[in-house]
Nanobody, 117 residues
Framework: QVQLVESGGGLVQPGGSLRLSCAAS????????MGWYRQAPGKQRELAAR???????NYADSVKGRFAISRDNAKNTVYLQMNSLKPEDTAVYFC???????????WGQGTPVTVSS
C-alpha cells in the first residue's frame, strides 16, 4: 500500500509562487505515475498535472506554462512548482499515486492553496 503526505500549501498573493511536495511511502515500487489534482469549492476535482515513471507529463490547459511537476526519486517525492498564481487556482490540492495493482489509486489528505490579496 502507498501513503502520501502533502505539504507546501498556504496563502499567496496573485502572481506569487508556491511549491507543493508529496512524499510517498509504503509500496513505492508499485507506483507508475503520480499527479496533482485540485478541487475548488463547489467544483469537481480536476487534474492539474501528472508525471509517469517514463518522465511523461501532462497538464490541465489552465495551468500550462505556469505549473511544473517534477520528481526526486531519492526522496520518493513529487513536486508541483506553481508560478504566476491566479485567484482561480484557489483549491485543495491532492496528491495522487497510480499503481498497477489494486486498488490502483491512492490519495493524500490534501493541502489547501489560497490565492488572494
Amino acid at each position: 500500500q502507498v501513503q502520501l503526505v502533502e505539504s507546501g500549501g498556504g496563502l499567496v498573493q496573485p502572481g506569487g509562487s508556491l511549491r507543493l511536495s508529496c512524499a510517498a511511502s509504503g509500496s513505492i515500487f508499485s507506483i507508475y505515475a503520480m499527479g496533482w489534482y485540485r478541487q475548488a469549492p463547489g467544483k469537481q476535482r480536476e487534474l492539474a498535472a501528472r508525471i509517469t515513471n517514463n518522465g511523461s507529463t501532462n497538464y490541465a490547459d489552465s495551468v500550462k506554462g505556469r505549473f511544473a511537476i517534477s520528481r526526486d526519486n531519492a526522496k520518493n517525492t513529487v513536486y508541483l512548482q506553481m508560478n504566476s498564481l491566479k485567484p482561480e487556482d484557489t483549491a485543495v490540492y491532492f496528491c495522487n499515486a497510480e499503481t498497477l495493482r489494486a486498488p490502483r489509486s491512492f490519495w493524500g489528505q490534501g493541502t489547501p492553496v489560497t490565492v488572494s490579496s
